[in-house]
């Protein structure tokens, strides 16, 4: 099983499962390929594929954001889940 953790992980996760992982969101659009976001990133999740970076290893994710920051082109952006708490 994938280490990481758990609270990012969607209700509906497989073990296996890439999309149940909550990762960063790359915008291929306006991604440019420079790397930075590949050789920056502190937990090595981020890999340059033939289209473009993606997260290869959700698990490794630490959420830290600094993909979102040091991204030049501004197409990295970590989504936030808003949740209310009980009435
Ligand atoms: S840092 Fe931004 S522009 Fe550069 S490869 Fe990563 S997503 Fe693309
Ligand atoms: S949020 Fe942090 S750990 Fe996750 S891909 Fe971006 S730089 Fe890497």
Do not use: K
């Given at each position: 099983m994938p280490e990481g953790d758990p609270s990012r992980r969607t209700e509906q996760a497989g073990e296996t499962d890439m999309n149940a992982w909550v990762v960063p969101e790359i915008n291929l659009e306006r991604c440019t390929r420079c790397?930075?976001?590949v050789e920056r990133c502190p937990a090595g999740a981020v890999e340059m594929g033939p289209v473009g970076p993606f997260i290869a290893r959700p698990w490794d994710c630490t959420y830290c954001a600094l993909c979102e920051e040091i991204c030049?082109?501004?197409?990295?952006?970590?989504?936030y889940e808003i949740t209310w708490g009980s009435p």
């Open positions: 790397g930075t976001c030049p082109e501004g197409a990295i952006s970590l989504g």
